[in-house]
């Protein structure tokens, strides 16, 4: 699907609120791309297909994909969303295709085959600006919530991209793309499935043939590529079918018109500052235990992770979300002073049908604040907290939070008169600017 940002400001344009939302609902994937004139740059979108994921009942992929379609050339990225359809593009629900994750990342190539033996690595990956060292990475990356949750880069700015400066001497920039999905078709224990729990994979060892420890109890070492999760009777010759990512990117072309912002993902099982070590631990993962009786008799079943990272470069906070699994309730981050810097709470859906599935974390609420209000420093420690339900065991599960910043050095635009316009998270997040929101 592919729908629009509206980001005009002031009074120039006087088009009624009812059919601006017409022409977001109306938008189609069947559209190539489209484009609208913001700041006076094209914002432009197009829809691309990943390789078909061939699964069976019960059958995980975990690929990543290189060189990917992408638009090329020197631009300002401001969204990136996705999710699986089948073959005919009809969106597939969470509970036939579980969306374990998706993250998507640059890297640099060796422009020239031939030369490749000439440089030191054939393939370097461009990570974002922290704060894990060898996690982590990804510029976006998103799972169950893909539908609706909004990734959308608030103007003026952008996530740069692109730039030729940017790759080592004989390198070009290129994109990949990990999806990680699980088919819980005809499955003994879905949601089992779906936290990769060891026992109904039957493994002993992880990808890399290395026996996982008797104290893990599920994760990402237990669900990797072309494992299998049990099945009912009667599944196992169950029917294969052909899914895809289907992704959706905008952008403008790159000008003096944008303001570049900095891409950081805080880990709650970050322990490293906490335990007095000097570089990161980020671990990704973690596990939640059921609640004591004794907690259980308060209603207070919730486990909360919190631990403290150092933002290495400050700024503006212009976006934030938070990441987690079945289970969550929601994330905050912090400020060293204990400031409230951003909250994503989840959302659960409540029927069988794609994007509101019963039981799944179909959305994370994001933060967008107005320019210059939530402002961190250089070095400044920040805390990470991830709460979960402790109602029943949960493992595998994860308490990331995505933040845009853009640093304070950067010569800011004038601000659009007015109240911050009021933003949507459809499959693709959309603004009222303020002088139409004004007028609702």
Known sequence: ???????????????????VLLILLSATATLPSEALNVRG??????????????????????????????????LALKSFN???????????????TYLHHWVVEPYYTVKDPATAEA????????????????????????GSETRHTATWVPDPYGIEIGNPEAPPK????KWLLNVHAIDTRGVTDKLG???????????????????????YTGGLFCCYDETQCKLKGG???????????????????WSDAVLPVKIYIFDATDRALLEGKSEPACKVEYQVEECSSENRAKNSCVHVQATKQVLPRGGDIV?????????????????????LLCESMATYGDSQEAGNEAGYIVGMSTCYPKPGTVRVRDGEVLTVVSNYSSERQHTGVMGLFYILVAEHEQQQLPAAAGKPGLCFSFPVSWCLPSWLSSNM
């Open 82 to 96: 996705a999710e699986v359809v089948d073959e005919h593009g009809i969106p597939v629900p969470l509970h036939e």
């Open 1 to 19: 699907m592919i729908s629009f940002c509206w980001l005009y400001s002031g009074d120039k344009m006087k088009t009624s609120p009812v059919l």
């Open 319 to 339: 976006f934030g979300v938070a990441h987690q699994h079945s289970g969550g309730i929601g994330a905050s981050l912090h400020g060293e002073d204990g400031r």
């Open 119 to 142: 440089h030191n690595h054939s393939r370097i990956i461009h990570r974002n600006s922290g704060v894990c060292k060898t996690t982590l990475g990804q510029y976006y990356g998103l």
């Open 41 to 74: 740059h094209l914002l432009k979108s197009k829809t691309f297909l990943l390789p078909p994921i061939f699964l069976r009942p019960g059958s995980v992929s975990n690929k990543w994909y290189y060189d990917v379609a992408f638009p090329r050339g020197h």
């Open 193 to 215: 499935c779906t936290e990769c729990k060891c026992d109904l994979y039957n493994v002993t060892v992880d990808e890399y043939g290395r026996r996982i420890p008797k104290d």
């Open 170 to 173: 004989g390198y070009e920039e």
């Open 235 to 253: 599944f196992a010759d169950g029917e294969a079918r052909k899914v895809f990512l289907r992704y959706t990117v905008m952008w403008l072309d």
